[in-house]
């Protein structure tokens, strides 16, 4: 039972390794490197079951600890918020919706959820964006929220303009 344990805890080093290259990438703005670092940590830390987990009794891999557990959601949740960013300094807004949401399933993070409000306003998703950035505003009165909604109000002047014009043309 040692060598497992110890196994986890190699798996588990490994991949908060992996974390923290990708954060010297993600500083030096090498995104892609980035990246293959934090996709690197899913490598070590999925598939690692807690002994809690109600499936744990039909598992051949190998069983985590409370502790553990809680270590590796940390691990994933803060990978996710991160990979978040990088997408987002790459434009790739779909991808960066996606890690956002994977990470807030995990927890709670309120520069995590701005990030979402940043993909969602990219992606038109406006009405939504904007329930996040009040959200992130109710939580934290020390961030500036403004030019992103204004930035929203913009996208949806636009939208109404062409929503005015499109009505024109049929009623002609």
């Not at 987990?53 to 990978?79: F, G, H, R, W």
Request: hydrophobic share 35%.
């Amino acid at each position: 039972m040692q060598n497992s344990d110890n196994s986890i805890q190699e798996k588990i080093l490994t991949a908060q390794k992996y974390k923290e290259e990708g954060n010297v990438h993600f500083k030096n703005q090498d995104w892609k490197k980035a990246l293959t670092c934090y996709h690197k940590v899913f490598l070590y830390v999925n598939g690692l079951i807690s002994k809690d987990d109600e499936l744990a009794q039909y598992s051949k891999n190998q069983l985590t600890s409370q502790e553990e557990t809680n270590v590796i959601l940390q691990l994933k949740s803060q990978t996710y918020g991160n990979m978040a960013q990088v997408y987002i300094n790459q434009q790739k807004f779909d991808k960066g919706r996606e890690a956002a949401l994977n990470s807030l399933q995990i927890s709670k993070n309120i520069k995590v959820l701005f990030r979402l409000a940043i993909c969602n306003i990219e992606l038109n998703n406006l009405e939504e964006a904007r329930q996040q950035l009040l959200d992130v505003q109710k939580q934290d009165h020390q961030i500036d929220i403004s030019s992103q909604l204004k930035q929203i109000q913009i996208k949806e002047s636009k939208q109404d303009k062409v929503m005015a014009q499109a009505m024109k043309k049929l009623f002609v």
